[in-house]
C-alpha cells in the first residue's frame, strides 16, 4: 500500500505555456500534499503544502502565481506552473501524507519538466 | 527552523561491506525521523523510520539509531550489494500538524561488485 502516482512523468513544453502536474494518492486518502522542486544533485526543496480543501502554504522565495496549487480531493493535488520559461525546468516530486499516520511521507515518481 | 546535517556526501564500499550515514539535527522537538533511498530519475522511496521513544529499528540489512541526547541519527546498511547504489537522504519532522520534512543533503552511496 501507500501508492503515489504523478503525472505526466515528463513533459516538454514552449516558454509562456503553462504546465499542470496531478499527484495521486492511489490507494489512501492524503489530507496533505507535499510539493518539492529538485535540482540535479541536490536534496529536496519544499515549495508548498497543500491541504485537502484550504489554500496551499507557499515556503519562502516561491511564487504562488506562478506555481498554482489545488488540492480539490482527498486523493488528488495538482500544480500548475504558469507561463514557464526555462529557469523552471527541474524535477517536480510530490508527497502525500496518510490521514491516520500524520507523520510518514510519500512520494511519488517525480515529473521531469523541460522548458525550451 | 530545523537543521538537518547528513554525512558524508558520498561514499564507496566494496560489496558485501557495511555502511554507515550519519545526520544530525538542531531541533530538540523533532520526534520523527525517516531515510528515503533515491534511485537515478526516480523519486524518493521510504525504506526506515524512527520515532523518538525508540532507540534503534531494524528491518533485514538496514537499521537506524538515534541518540535523542546528542540529537543524531544514523543508518547502517550491512551486507551491501550493488543495488543499494542510490543517493540516501535523511529527514527530520518537528512534530508540526502540517508535519513538513526538513532534509539533508544526501549521500551517494556507490557499491562496487
Known amino acids: 500500500g501507500a501508492v503515489v502516482s504523478q503525472h505526466p512523468s515528463w513533459v516538454i513544453c514552449k516558454s509562456g505555456t503553462s504546465v499542470k502536474i496531478e499527484c495521486r494518492s492511489l490507494d489512501f486518502q492524503a489530507t496533505t500534499m507535499f510539493w518539492y522542486r529538485q535540482f540535479p544533485k541536490q536534496s529536496l526543496m519544499l515549495m508548498a503544502t497543500s491541504n485537502e480543501g484550504s489554500k496551499a502554504t507557499y515556503e519562502q522565495g516561491v511564487e504562488k502565481d506562478k506555481f498554482l496549487i489545488n488540492h480539490a480531493s482527498l486523493t488528488l493535488s495538482t500544480l500548475t506552473v504558469t507561463s514557464a520559461h526555462p529557469e523552471d525546468s527541474s524535477f517536480y516530486i510530490c508527497?502525500?501524507?496518510?490521514?491516520?499516520?500524520?507523520?510518514?511521507?510519500?512520494f511519488g515518481p517525480g515529473t521531469r519538466l523541460t522548458v525550451l | 527552523g530545523e537543521n538537518v546535517e547528513q554525512h558524508p556526501s558520498t561514499l564507496s564500499v566494496q560489496e558485501g561491506d557495511s555502511a554507515v550515514i550519519k545526520c544530525t539535527y538542531s531541533?530538540?522537538?523533532?520526534?520523527?525521523f525517516p531515510w528515503y533511498k533515491q534511485e537515478l530519475g526516480k523519486g524518493p522511496q521510504l525504506i526506515i523510520d524512527?520515532?523518538?521513544?525508540?532507540g534503534e529499528k531494524k528491518d533485514q540489512r538496514i537499521a537506524v539509531t538515534l541518540n535523542k541526547t546528542a540529537k543524531h541519527f544514523s543508518l547502517h546498511i550491512t551486507e551491501t550489494q550493488p543495488e543499494d547504489s542510490a543517493v540516501y537522504f535523511c529527514?527530520?519532522?518537528?512534530?508540526?500538524?502540517?508535519?513538513?520534512?526538513?532534509f539533508g543533503r544526501g549521500t551517494q552511496l556507490t557499491v562496487w561488485p
Open positions: 524512527i520515532r523518538s521513544n525508540v
Open positions: 529527514a527530520a519532522n518537528r512534530g508540526s500538524t502540517l508535519g513538513r520534512l526538513y
Open positions: 531541533d530538540s522537538a523533532s520526534n520523527y
Open positions: 508527497s502525500a501524507r496518510r490521514a491516520s499516520l500524520e507523520d510518514t511521507q510519500y
